[in-house]
């Protein structure tokens, strides 16, 4: 374990450090000092203060408990995000790359239609469509970025298509379930992971986007890229309204990055 530790310094750090984050979103509820839902007006835009470590804003709510709230929020729907389009751009790409044929043209144009857009013009028009919620920014994320992991997985899989063992499985009569799960999954998966896991900072920070732009969580939904949105009017009186989300925002998006880059090098440790 402490050899672990040494060889892979970056990852283990970050590792603990997104633990930690996932605990607070697990564990807020108690960690919170106050609730972030309630409403006092006489406390409104109250600056930072030993009652009110992070301020208050313009309804005289907590902003620390907000953030620390917010990260369950975050948390979530990035998940969330990064699973869906992990688990069908994948799956769709292995289809492409190793069946070939009309599914490989229909998959591959489809995917090329969505890539001739700026992925969050329609992603933001998506969700205009949808209506606001952070459950419709999902999806529209997800309609616009499951192209890369669908590619991805299509060249890694017309990469092994013909080795050796695939042909050796094919000519011994193995079922094309077998070939697909037992052969290609376990060689096309450790990259795979590596590009989800360096994805989640990047989908923290589109929704926090959409959120900004009033297309993503609605009041009073405690979630950091609308409380950007609430607090810019206010930026010259109370800039503490911004400037905490945007540090929450900071802190977890480069802790999630700095993990990814850790965890391409532990599963594929051929990338510079």
């Known amino acids: 374990m402490k050899a672990f530790f040494r060889q892979n310094r970056l990852f283990a750090i970050c590792g603990i450090l997104a633990a930690a984050i996932v605990l607070t979103a697990v564990f807020a509820p108690w960690i919170a000092p106050h609730d972030p839902y309630e409403a006092v007006m006489q406390n409104a835009l ?20 907000r953030i620390i709230y917010g990260t369950r929020a975050s948390l979530e729907m990035t998940v969330t995000l990064v699973v869906i389009v992990f688990a069908a751009g994948t799956l769709l790409g292995m289809i492409a790359g190793y069946f070939g044929g009309a599914a490989d043209a229909v ?30 920014t999902v999806i529209a994320l997800a309609v616009v ?24 499985a094919v000519v011994t009569g193995a079922r094309t379930g077998h070939i697909l799960g037992g052969y290609v999954v376990p060689n096309i998966i450790p990259t795979m ?28 939904t405690p979630e950091w890229g609308l409380m950007l949105n609430e607090g810019r009017q206010y930026l010259q009186t109370a800039p ?19 993990m990814g880059d850790g965890l391409r090098d532990i599963l594929d440790p051929r990338q510079d």
Request: charged letters at 10%; glycine letters at 8%.
């Open 193 to 220: 992971i590596v590009t989800a896991a360096l994805d989640v900072g990047t989908m923290m920070l589109e929704l926090a986007a959409l959120s900004f732009l009033g297309l993503g969580a609605q009041p009073p």
């Open 145 to 168: 970025s499951w192209t890369k992991y669908a590619r991805l997985s299509r060249s890694l899989v017309l990469k092994i298509k013909n080795s050796t063992y695939i042909s050796a």
């Open 46 to 65: 109250r600056a930072p203060s030993a009652e009110y470590p992070c301020g208050t804003d313009q309804l005289g709510r907590c902003e620390l408990s």
């Open 107 to 136: 998959i591959m144009r489809l995917s090329d239609m969505m890539i001739a857009f700026p992925g969050m013009v329609l992603a933001i028009a998506i969700a205009g469509m949808l209506g606001p919620s952070l459950f419709n």
């Open 240 to 258: 503490w309204l911004m400037l905490f989300p945007g540090i929450a925002i900071f802190i977890v998006v480069s802790v999630f990055n700095l």
